[in-house]
């Protein structure tokens, strides 16, 4: 059984940072698009970043860019989100996701789905 498990979540002031965490298990990745979306309360979820296989193409939504930053490691198996000078507006559920499309990922209609982790801006 194939498990995204996501971790970082938490509680932050705004102007703050937080990474969050992605580690794939239950199958081999390799040749996947991973990615980033997000739900906030009482909102549609969008997508937020995603990162090629081998990393060479990176995406950001308008509203992350320049704040947000996707990456992989490839020896721990792990992606990552670094999120610097968090918004309010930046709370939300953030779900690791991974497809073999990257148009997919970035529709948010990816294969495979984590559970989620809670991040909370406080203003």
């Known amino acids: 059984q194939v498990h995204l498990v996501e971790s970082g979540g938490g509680f932050v002031q705004a102007g703050g940072s937080l990474r969050l965490s992605c580690e794939p298990s239950?199958?081999?990745?390799?040749?996947?698009?991973m990615g980033w979306s997000r739900q906030a309360p009482g909102k549609e979820r969008e997508f937020v970043a995603a990162?090629?296989?081998?990393?060479?193409?990176?995406f950001y939504a308008d509203s992350v860019k320049g704040r947000f930053a996707i990456s992989r490691d490839y020896a721990k198996n792990t992606m990552y989100l670094q999120m610097t000078s968090l918004k309010p507006e930046d709370t939300a559920i953030y779900y690791c996701?991974?497809?073999?499309?990257?148009?997919?990922?970035?529709?948010?209609?990816?294969?495979?789905w984590g559970q989620g982790t809670q991040v909370t801006v406080s203003s």
């Open positions: 239950g199958r081999a990745f390799g040749g996947y698009t």
């Open positions: 996701t991974a497809d073999l499309y990257t148009r997919s990922v970035v529709a948010g209609t990816s294969d495979y």
């Open positions: 990162i090629t296989w081998r990393g060479g193409d990176r």
